[in-house]
């Protein structure tokens, strides 16, 4: 017989896990009638063992207490398998909340690069699902969880686009509209936009910020006098980040306004 020191340093295993494996019913020492002390036997240590083999697959502790009520090898497999879809899932979202970050850094970098400036620059081709009436059209909401269950991961700020449409170069028409990649989801219909070479600016937006349509509006048509460019008449914009300026909203749009092909 074993005591609970030496299966520790026989097993490596701390007391205290010794214990709760105890606690949980997955181990049962026998214990001295005349001092209590925990004495383990060879098969107790086994146990040990097996509970450690699988805990290394990360296993629950309930899928460990079916598997030492002499399972078959079948039943073990069907565990494993189960583990392993939910691995697979996490990973997954690990994988999605990984390429987030990657975009949302890379945002980073280009604002730092092109806020105020005009360049010249494609936009991915994107799907349009459904309108809102406005942004803080709250109620609506219910249209982006409709739309865009494939994409859960992905901020409600960016499934949503404000399109503008421009007439005599004003702006005669704002939509905000709810957006995703194309082919992002089965059965659907929804809009395809393919907007191709645009004029790109990417703005801070806050109360500060009073004029800032009408100063990109007229910085976008001074850069096209400049460089003769013609323009499609619609725009759309994105949010890139957001933060807080004094207890107010303050986020960084980009603006894409394509040219004619």
Same mark, same amino acid.
Do not use: W
């Given at each position: 017989?074993?005591?609970?020191?030496?299966?520790?340093?026989? #097993?490596?295993?701390?007391?205290?896990?010794?214990?709760?494996?105890?606690?949980?019913?997955?181990?049962? &020492?026998?214990?001295?009638?005349?001092?209590?002390?925990?004495?383990?036997?060879?098969?107790?240590? +086994?146990?040990?063992?097996?509970?450690?083999?699988?805990?290394?697959?990360?296993?629950?502790?309930?899928? !460990? %207490?079916?598997?030492?009520?002499?399972?078959?090898?079948?039943?073990?497999?069907?565990? !494993?398998?189960?583990?392993?879809?939910?691995?697979?899932?996490?990973?997954?979202?690990?994988?999605?909340?990984?390429?987030?970050?990657? %975009?949302?850094?890379?945002?980073?970098?280009?604002?730092?690069?092109?806020?105020?400036?005009?360049?010249?620059?494609?936009?991915?081709?994107?799907?349009?699902?459904?309108?809102? #009436?406005?942004?803080?059209?709250?109620?609506?909401?219910?249209?982006?969880?409709?739309?865009? $269950?494939?994409?859960? +991961?992905?901020?409600?700020?960016?499934?949503?686009?404000?399109?503008?449409?421009?007439?005599?170069?004003?702006?005669?028409?704002?939509?905000?509209?709810? #957006?995703?990649?194309?082919?992002?989801?089965?059965?659907? $219909?929804? +809009?395809?936009?393919?907007? %191709?070479?645009?004029?790109? #600016?990417?703005?801070?937006?806050? $109360?500060?910020?009073?004029?800032?349509?009408?100063?990109?509006?007229?910085?976008?048509?001074?850069?096209?006098?400049?460089?003769?460019?013609?323009?499609?008449?619609?725009?759309?914009?994105?949010?890139?980040?957001?933060?807080?300026?004094?207890?107010?909203?303050?986020?960084?749009?980009?603006?894409?306004? &394509?040219?004619?092909?």
């Amino acid at each position: 017989m074993y005591s609970i020191g030496e299966v520790s340093k026989i #097993t490596g295993i701390s007391r205290d896990r010794l214990r709760n494996y105890e606690e949980k019913g997955l181990l049962y &020492p026998d214990k001295n009638i005349y001092n209590g002390y925990r004495e383990y036997s060879i098969d107790d240590i +086994d146990t040990v063992l097996l509970i450690e083999f699988y805990r290394s697959l990360d296993l629950s502790i309930d899928s !460990i %207490g079916e598997i030492c009520k002499d399972r078959g090898l079948e039943d073990i497999k069907r565990l !494993i398998e189960a583990k392993k879809q939910a691995v697979d899932e996490e990973l997954g979202k690990l994988t999605r909340i990984n390429d987030n970050l990657s %975009g949302f850094l890379a945002d980073y970098e280009n604002i730092k690069s092109n806020l105020n400036k005009i360049i010249i620059r494609d936009m991915d081709d994107f799907q349009i699902y459904d309108e809102l #009436t406005d942004f803080r059209s709250y109620q609506e909401y219910n249209k982006i969880h409709a739309s865009q $269950k494939f994409d859960p +991961d992905k901020p409600i700020v960016r499934k949503l686009t404000r399109k503008l449409i421009f007439e005599n170069d004003c702006i005669a028409e704002s939509k905000m509209v709810i #957006t995703g990649p194309v082919d992002a989801g089965k059965n659907v $219909k929804p +809009d395809i936009c393919r907007p %191709g070479r645009c004029l790109y #600016t990417v703005r801070e937006d806050s $109360k500060k910020a009073d004029s800032l349509m009408a100063d990109i509006q007229r910085d976008f048509f001074s850069f096209i006098k400049e460089h003769d460019h013609e323009i499609t008449g619609t725009a759309y914009a994105n949010i890139l980040f957001m933060a807080k300026d004094e207890g107010s909203m303050k986020s960084y749009l980009e603006i894409f306004l &394509p040219l004619k092909k």
